[in-house]
């Protein structure tokens, strides 16, 4: 059975730093791109970044290029995203997903884990 659990989330003041986690279970890891889609209060689903099953290839939306930084230890099975000098704007709902062609047709996601950037 595949589940994909985050965490890492929290409240953190403007400028501040998370690390998230995503533990995946139940398929090859190592096989599959992943993503990172967040949700923000009141909006719809907003894709952040992804990465080959390999760690060979990173993609970003535009406006978290330096901030953001996506990873993954396949030995473990779990995806990580260092979120660098937060912004108000960023407070999510942080899910990580698995994708299926690289092309963001997933098949299973998370249940989110919440990001929350406050003073």
């Known amino acids: 059975q595949v589940q994909l659990v985050e965490s890492g989330g929290g409240l953190v003041q403007p400028g501040g730093s998370l690390r998230l986690s995503c533990a995946a279970s139940?398929?090859?890891?190592?096989?599959?791109?992943m993503s990172w889609v967040r949700q923000a209060p009141g909006k719809g689903l907003e894709w952040v970044s992804d990465m080959a099953g390999d760690g060979g290839r990173t993609n970003y939306v535009d406006f978290v290029k330096g901030r953001f930084t996506i990873s993954r230890d396949n030995a473990k099975s779990t995806l990580y995203l260092q979120i660098n000098s937060l912004k108000p704007e960023d407070t999510a709902l942080y899910y990580c997903?698995?994708?299926?062609?690289?092309?963001?047709?997933?098949?299973?996601w998370g249940k989110g884990t919440l990001v929350t950037v406050s003073a």
């Open positions: 997903a698995r994708d299926l062609t690289g092309w963001g047709e997933y098949d299973y």
């Open positions: 139940g398929f090859t890891f190592s096989s599959y791109y």
